[in-house]
T-cell receptor
Framework: AQSVSQHNHHVILSEAASLELGCNYSYGGTVNLFWYVQYPGQHLQLLLKYFSGDPLVKGIKGFEAEFIKSKFSFNLRKPSVQWSDTAEYFCAVRTGGSYIPTFGRGTSLIVHP | DADVTQTPRNRITKTGKRIMLECSQTKGHDRMYWYRQDPGLGLRLIYYSFDVKDINKGEISDGYSVSRQAQAKFSLSLESAIPNQTALYFC??????????????FGPGTRLTVL
């Protein structure tokens, strides 16, 4: 069974710091990759997704992620975080043989003003 | 815009009670899902349905049942609630074609507390 690992469980940054959240998966075939964000008290919403093509994907709110197939990774980045980026971030992976994505355990990001 | 709605939003109940959580969607999606979220455990799939006549167990279906009353409605039941079912429950939908293919859209969640 596929698995999704998010290495950073809790991240605390100051505003304007750069962000990189790790996501690794275990499946070796075709994958669809997602990052979702959950702001405090709200539901999950899609930040960005990768299906094919350019491995550098740009999403909403200045976020981007890079798919590195050789490393089975899809790390999320933002060059300069804001207090409003405080949220929980989930990586999800859907493999070619399944219609159901597997979610990582999430990373809690706190940005201090 | 409330494309995916869940009722109730909060519920406190006692051990042994039967509880139903409801989900409705106006996105026209054929696929619907129920997840529970626990701190540090992320989202875990309870049940999913790809069509009105299709119901499938997820990784943690024990103690839960579902009903797909229509394409737009997918209910989750706890026949006899227990305290370790205290969690945040999310309904999600996805389309099987077009631009929303494989992207999930989540409802606002139901916070359930079982005493």
């Amino acid at each position: 069974a596929q698995s999704v690992s998010q290495h950073n469980h809790h991240v605390i940054l100051s505003e304007a710091a750069s962000l990189e959240l790790g996501c690794n998966y275990s499946y070796g075939g075709t994958v669809n990759l997602f990052w979702y964000v959950q702001y405090p008290g709200q539901h999950l919403q899609l930040l960005l997704k990768y299906f094919s093509g350019d491995p550098l994907v740009k999403g909403i709110k200045g976020f981007e992620a890079e798919f590195i197939k050789s490393k089975f990774s899809f790390n999320l980045r933002k060059p300069s975080v804001q207090w409003s980026d405080t949220a929980e971030y989930f990586c999800a992976v859907r493999t070619g043989g399944s219609y159901i994505p597997t979610f990582g355990r999430g990373t809690s990001l706190i940005v201090h003003p | 815009d409330a494309d995916v709605t869940q009722t109730p939003r909060n519920r406190i109940t006692k051990t042994g009670k039967r509880i139903m959580l409801e989900c409705s969607q106006t996105k026209g999606h054929d696929r619907m899902y129920w997840y529970r979220q626990d701190p540090g455990l992320g989202l875990r799939l309870i049940y999913y349905s790809f069509d009105v006549k299709d119901i499938n167990k997820g990784e943690i279906s024990d103690g839960y049942s579902v009903s797909r009353q229509a394409q737009a409605k997918f209910s989750l039941s706890l026949e006899s609630a227990i305290p370790n079912q205290t969690a945040l429950y999310f309904c999600a939908t996805s389309g099987s074609r077009g631009s929303s293919y494989n992207e999930q859209f989540f409802g606002p969640g139901t916070r359930l507390t079982v005493l």
